[in-house]
């Protein structure tokens, strides 16, 4: 896991030092783009599609850059989820929100470069390296998540959902594409660079949209049980907005055992692929030490 995410951590460096360089008059945005994207995290996503690509002989070199593009992704979410029109939240990963820091407009604009970011690294440098089936799939997959066929479409649930009670399903709903869609875009672009087949894809995301909702239900409990200096964001946010999550659903202990049983879906489906990995073992491990 460290080796899979100081990988990603340079080549995210490389990246923004390499399309940055010409930037003097725009020097701004590349700092809160490059700010929220390096904060430091788990990498998770990142490390999930790093493995599945391995675990299948993919190329390294390009799902690392898929790697990236998750990543990339991901802090456009977290920089556009933390605005005072959505979530209002003033930590992310233990320092000051990329509103904070640059300013509510430039952080509006960062996310929408980070969104087109993600994409040309994709196309710039898998075309030599991938089939062109394979660069049009993965840019595919990436565009769809960070759209309006997955993040934004989470997004606007949630914001439909704030001050109303809602069902399960409209939560279910919330967290597939708010949190499980850039799991499977992750893991879905690391088994597309290997070229697996289509059986084996379809596994693999169940693998994955499972993997998103069992870390939602993880986030809900840490949500309720942690401390903001644990957290490295706001703790309790849930309970004070009175959202509707796991905990709320089902309480602690049911919330648990729904996660729990999630593992076990997930074990199931490695088992049948005949597939072991130990990274995504320790994944589960450290998540479960934490709500424990």
């Known amino acids: 896991m460290e080796n899979f995410k100081n990988l990603t951590i340079n080549k995210l460096e ?3 030092d390499e399309y940055s360089k010409d930037s003097s ?3 701004k945005i590349w700092d809160s783009m490059r700010y929220t994207t390096m904060l430091d995290g788990k990498r998770l996503r990142a490390i999930m599609c790093l ?9 390294i070199d390009s799902a690392l850059t898929c ?9 456009y979410s977290l920089i556009h989820d933390d605005l005072p029109c959505m979530d209002n939240d003033d930590l992310r990963r233990g320092k000051p929100t990329n509103h904070k820091v640059f300013g509510e407009g430039i952080a509006v ?3 929408d470069a980070l969104i087109s970011f993600g994409a040309q690294i994709l196309i710039d440098k898998l075309k030599d390296r991938c089939s062109k089936d394979v660069v049009l799939d993965v840019t595919k997959d990436y565009l769809c998540t960070a759209g309006a066929l997955g993040i934004v479409a989470g997004q606007v649930a949630d914001l439909e959902a704030e ?3 809602i069902d399960f399903d409209n939560l279910k709903y919330i967290h597939k ?5 850039l799991f499977k875009c992750a893991i879905s672009m690391g088994a597309k660079v290997a070229n697996v087949n289509n059986d084996i894809l379809k596994k693999l995301e169940e693998y994955a949209d499972n993997f998103g909702v069992l870390f939602q239900v993880y986030d809900d409990i840490i949500d309720c049980t942690l401390t903001t200096d644990e ?10 907005e009175k959202k509707l999550t796991y905990v709320s659903a089902f309480g602690l202990d049911g919330a648990k055992n729904i996660f729990y049983s999630l593992i076990q879906k997930n074990h199931d489906i490695l088992n049948e692929l005949k597939i072991s990995s130990k990274i995504f073992d320790e994944i589960e491990n450290m998540l479960i030490k934490r709500i424990k």
């Open 67 to 75: 790697a990236c593009s998750v990543e990339i992704m991901h802090a």
């Open 177 to 181: 594409y708010k949190t499980a869609a």
């Open 163 to 165: 001050g109303k009670i």
């Open 231 to 240: 957290l490295g964001k706001t703790a309790g946010k849930d309970l004070t």
């Open 51 to 59: 493995e599945t690509a391995d675990l299948f002989k993919g190329n």
């Open 25 to 27: 008059y725009s020097k």
């Open 14 to 16: 490389e990246y923004f």
């Open 109 to 111: 604009l960062a996310g």
